[in-house]
C-alpha cells in the first residue's frame, strides 16, 4: 500500500519504506507503540525473575570459602521448578548481567545436577 499511488492512507505514505543496519530505530518498534509497551513490560517482567532467582540462590546455597554462596543445578531447579519452569532461561539472563556464574554453555536437568551456580 506505501507504494500505492491510490492509496488515502496518509499513516502508511509516512513511514519510511526501509530502516538499515546503521539507523537508530532498525530492529526497534516504534516509540509509542503498544508493541514498544509490551516489550518494555516483558524486559521488566524478566528482571523480576532475575531477582528471584538471586534470592532463591542466596536462601538455598551455602556460602562458601570465597565469600560467595554457592548452589548446585540440581538442588536450584528442585527448588525453582516449583515457581517458574523457565530456570535455564533465567539462569542464562542471569548470567549475562554478571550476576551468576557457572560452567557450561546450557544447563540441562539429569546430566548439569552438579554443576556449581555461584551468586555473584
Not at 546503521?22 to 523480576?48: C, F, I, L, M, N
Amino acid at each position: 500500500q506505501r507504494k500505492n499511488p491510490f492509496s488515502n492512507d496518509d499513516r502508511l505514505a509516512s513511514k519510511p519504506v526501509h530502516t538499515h543496519r546503521g539507523d537508530p530505530t532498525y530492529g526497534r518498534p516504534p516509540e509509542g507503540s503498544r508493541t514498544e509497551q509490551r516489550g518494555k513490560d516483558a524486559h521488566s517482567h524478566v528482571g523480576k525473575e532475575v531477582e528471584e532467582l538471586c534470592l532463591i540462590i542466596r536462601s538455598t546455597g551455602e556460602v562458601g570459602e570465597d565469600g560467595h554462596v554457592s548452589v548446585t543445578f540440581g538442588q536450584l531447579f528442585e527448588t525453582y521448578v516449583t515457581i517458574s519452569n523457565k530456570v535455564v532461561g533465567i539462569l542464562l539472563r542471569a548470567r549475562k548481567h554478571g550476576l551468576v556464574r557457572f560452567e557450561g554453555e546450557m544447563l540441562w536437568q539429569g546430566k548439569d545436577d552438579d554443576v556449581i551456580i555461584t551468586l555473584l
